[in-house]
């Protein structure tokens, strides 16, 4: 009998329970910084799944049609919190109330908090979740071609 020691890692567009998946693309020189122009929270009951799409722009807050900057997204190995970092993001639209406001009504999440880190000049999200999940990100654009990140949280 063979025993397997390393399972596959997730990938981005594949629903995952624990782990990280990593996208976007580093930035250097005067325009390496993004932000958060929009947060929306969609909710599919027939399917069960719950949509998050943080929608991104320049660092003056114009719609972003490049690619964003390098994000991670992880989720804890008992599947109740997610961490979204996005790096070369310091500045946003969306603060806690406004992440608060969008997600108070989650099917999953129960509690949630931004904070932005001046030293590492990133954004973190926590999600804390009512019970374990799965998440699908994903990097997709909206029908102005403008780049978002999609996180589509679904029960186990």
Same mark, same amino acid.
């Given at each position: 009998?063979?025993?397997?020691?390393?399972a596959?890692?997730p990938t981005?567009?594949?629903?995952f329970?624990?782990? +990280?998946?990593?996208?976007g693309?580093?930035?250097?020189?005067?325009?390496?910084?993004?932000?958060?122009?929009l947060?929306?929270?969609?909710?599919?009951p027939s399917t069960?799944?719950e949509r998050?799409?943080l929608t991104?722009?320049?660092?003056?807050?114009?719609p972003?049609?490049t690619?964003p900057?390098?994000?991670?997204?992880?989720?804890?190995?008992?599947?109740?919190?997610?961490?979204?970092d996005?790096?070369?993001?310091?500045k946003?639209?969306?603060?806690?109330?406004?992440?608060?406001?969008v997600?108070?009504?989650s099917?999953?999440v +129960?509690?949630?908090?931004?904070?932005?880190?001046?030293?590492?000049?990133?954004?973190?999200?926590v999600?804390?979740?009512?019970?374990?999940?799965?998440v699908?990100?994903?990097?997709d654009?909206?029908?102005?071609?403008?780049?978002?990140?999609?996180?589509?949280?679904?029960k186990?």
């Amino acid at each position: 009998m063979t025993l397997n020691l390393f399972a596959a890692a997730p990938t981005l567009g594949s629903f995952f329970s624990k782990g +990280s998946v990593s996208g976007g693309q580093a930035h250097a020189g005067h325009k390496a910084m993004f932000s958060i122009v929009l947060l929306q929270k969609l909710n599919n009951p027939s399917t069960g799944i719950e949509r998050l799409v943080l929608t991104f722009g320049d660092q003056d807050g114009l719609p972003l049609s490049t690619p964003p900057g390098y994000f991670h997204v992880s989720i804890d190995s008992d599947g109740k919190r997610v961490v979204i970092d996005l790096a070369q993001l310091q500045k946003t639209t969306v603060d806690q109330s406004d992440l608060s406001r969008v997600l108070k009504d989650s099917m999953y999440v +129960s509690s949630s908090t931004i904070t932005m880190d001046p030293v590492d000049l990133s954004t973190n999200i926590v999600l804390q979740m009512k019970k374990p999940i799965k998440v699908r990100a994903s990097l997709d654009k909206d029908e102005r071609k403008i780049n978002q990140l999609v996180l589509d949280f679904d029960k186990i």
